[in-house]
């Protein structure tokens, strides 16, 4: 598969490997920071690009041949929003995702045929799951 | 006064960088409702005394803020912030949760425009590409000095000084032949502003203006 990552930061780069492992994975991550690029070491096994997530011109470069996944992972949600939109709509990607913080742009977005992923309702999820056996805890040392 | 209010339009203005700040004060002074939103402190501050109930302080791309400030009655919303994913993103959520009838947004990458229009916005002002044609113009158009531009620039009112060695100096508009899609709106001589006819007379330093469509513009400068 062809999969282009945008946003190289932790989760960026932790997935980006995680695909490359895969010899079958032409892996290309894009992020404006080149530090951030970095992270992924040198024996990283795919193509990192240095470029702003917000300008045209790097898809039309990268998009021009079919890529099967975009993935859109930065920490700017209308970053990630603007990328995947023109990953669907006009490079007519497959399977785009989109992070996404702001619970109420995730649905909103996902409303517009993109998937969204929202780090904080499933933080939320996690924690309200955690406390829950603290809650019992609590009511037996009543 | 029921005209007026007809007239007058609820506007939110995302992004009080000079353009969003002079654009709220042009729609204040033309009586509508206007609502700048400035997700900088310091810059909200600095406006604050000024415009007082009309600036509000928040990122209006996080969704409580647009459900705070009433996008849901705003008539346009207009996105002129630095930023082009963040204009475009606002548009379209006051167009999806908010059924804000028209949009405007600001890009700055001419590589946008585009896809800022096939994803719902209904206006991109694409401020590099309007300096740049206007640049383009300058160099290339001479006397001709494009006034305004009119179904998204294919056509447009422009202005022309009639000099003593123009070809056309002393005739009778009838009897010049203008390109066909070409109209003389109006001639300024003087003081005074003359609506013409076939038998109006073109006379040194008059100013014409005519309107025109963009591939016949070349045509229009040779005639006059």
């Known amino acids: 598969m062809r999969i282009i990552i945008l946003g ?12 490359a492992k895969d010899a079958k994975n032409q892996v290309i991550v894009i992020d404006k920071d080149n530090n951030a690029l ?23 470069k990268i998009l021009s041949e079919k890529a099967d996944v975009f993935l859109a992972l930065t920490n700017i949600d209308n970053t990630n929003i603007m990328a995947a939109e023109i990953a669907k709509q006009k490079y007519k990607v497959e399977k785009v995702i989109a992070r996404i913080d702001d619970p109420i742009r995730a649905k909103a977005f996902e409303e517009l045929g993109i998937e969204t992923f929202c780090p904080t309702t499933l933080s939320e999820k996690k924690i309200l799951k955690m406390m829950t056996p603290t809650k019992v805890e609590e009511d037996r040392g009543e | 006064m029921t005209q007026q209010n007809m007239d007058k339009k609820f506007v939110i203005v995302v992004g009080a960088g000079k353009t969003g700040y002079n654009l709220t004060k042009l729609l204040m002074e033309e009586g509508h409702e206007v609502l700048l939103v400035e997700k900088n402190k310091s810059r909200y501050f600095e406006l604050n005394n000024e415009l007082g109930e009309n600036i509000f302080l928040g990122d209006a791309s996080e969704s409580d803020v647009l459900k705070n400030i009433g996008t849901n009655r705003a008539n346009v919303l207009v996105a002129v912030t630095g930023d082009d ?22 890009i700055s990458n001419p590589k946008n425009e585009d896809i800022f229009s096939s994803l719902g916005v209904d206006n991109v002002v694409n401020t590099t590409q309007i300096v740049n044609s206007l640049i383009e113009k300058e160099v290339d158009a001479g006397m001709i000095v494009p006034v305004m531009e009119l179904k998204g620039g294919k056509v447009e009112i422009v202005e022309t000084e009639i000099t003593s060695n123009s070809p056309v100096v002393n005739k009778q508009i009838k009897d010049i032949k203008l390109p066909e899609d070409c109209l003389i709106v109006s001639i300024v001589r003087g003081d005074d502003v003359i609506f013409p006819h076939g038998n109006t007379t073109l006379q040194k330093d008059d100013t014409v203006m005519a309107l025109v469509s963009k591939d016949k513009k070349a045509e229009l400068r040779k005639i006059l």
């Open chain 1, 8 to 19: 190289c930061g932790r989760l960026g780069s932790i997935i980006a490997k995680r695909m």
């Open chain 1, 38 to 60: 970095s992270k992924l070491g040198n024996d990283f096994p795919g193509k990192v690009m240095q470029a702003d997530g917000v300008n045209m011109e790097i898809y039309s």
């Open chain 2, 85 to 106: 994913d963040t204009n475009l993103v606002i548009c379209q959520m006051a167009k999806i949760m908010y059924m804000v009838p028209r949009t405007i947004a600001r």
